[in-house]
């Protein structure tokens, strides 16, 4: 199971690049040659997109995305434990129901024909590698979900660095 948990981690790693790459190089075509990549806003803001799902499912499990602990940081560790099943409770219902939304946006992004500028590459496959990430942050959730009320021991905290 970590393994699976890894490599969407790696997945979305190799998404920052891309995205980092994308715009790197239209910057230095266009600064130094006068030229750009067809389509490349296009692109650079549909792998944007893919890049928020797959960032959701990489934050979502490990538990490092934004959060305000005032509460939480305050109670027991029992009560530390409900309120981290309840709040991945409800950001597992909040994901799953964006990814039931967003799969109707690959649908209809697939009819209607939606290309890009330039080219004319279909968007729908870039929403479908989207949805595939949100697809993964439902599983990874329910997974934390899982662990967190079962087996909260093979809950790894991220480590924090301080500055000393």
Not at 129 to 138: L, Y
């Given at each position: 199971?970590?393994?699976?948990?890894?490599?969407?981690?790696?997945?979305?790693?190799?998404?920052?690049?891309?995205?980092?790459?994308?715009?790197?190089?239209?910057?230095?075509?266009?600064?130094?040659?006068?030229?750009?990549?067809?389509?490349?806003?296009?692109f650079?803001?549909?792998?944007?997109?893919?890049?928020?799902f797959?960032?959701?499912?990489?934050?979502?499990y490990?538990?490092?995305?934004?959060?305000?602990?005032?509460?939480?940081a305050?109670?027991?560790?029992?009560?530390?434990?409900?309120?981290d099943?309840?709040?991945?409770?409800?950001?597992?219902?909040?994901?799953?129901?964006?990814?039931?939304?967003?799969?109707?946006?690959?649908?209809?992004?697939y009819?209607?024909?939606?290309l890009?500028?330039?080219?004319r590459?279909p968007?729908?496959?870039?929403?479908?590698?989207?949805?595939?990430?949100?697809?993964?942050?439902?599983l990874?959730?329910?997974i934390?979900?899982?662990?967190?009320?079962f087996?909260p021991?093979?809950?790894?905290?991220?480590?924090?660095?301080?500055?000393?």
């Amino acid at each position: 199971m970590d393994r699976f948990i890894d490599s969407i981690e790696w997945v979305a790693a190799a998404f920052v690049g891309i995205v980092a790459l994308n715009t790197f190089i239209a910057v230095f075509l266009r600064k130094f040659f006068a030229i750009s990549i067809p389509d490349y806003y296009d692109f650079g803001r549909l792998l944007l997109g893919i890049l928020i799902f797959w960032g959701i499912a990489a934050t979502s499990y490990r538990g490092t995305h934004i959060t305000v602990d005032l509460v939480w940081a305050n109670a027991t560790p029992k009560y530390q434990r409900w309120i981290d099943i309840f709040a991945t409770l409800v950001l597992l219902f909040v994901v799953t129901v964006q990814t039931y939304t967003l799969f109707d946006k690959v649908v209809t992004t697939y009819y209607d024909h939606v290309l890009t500028y330039d080219l004319r590459l279909p968007n729908w496959p870039f929403f479908a590698v989207a949805w595939i990430g949100d697809v993964s942050a439902v599983l990874l959730i329910a997974i934390r979900t899982w662990r967190l009320i079962f087996n909260p021991e093979l809950m790894v905290e991220p480590k924090i660095k301080t500055a000393e």
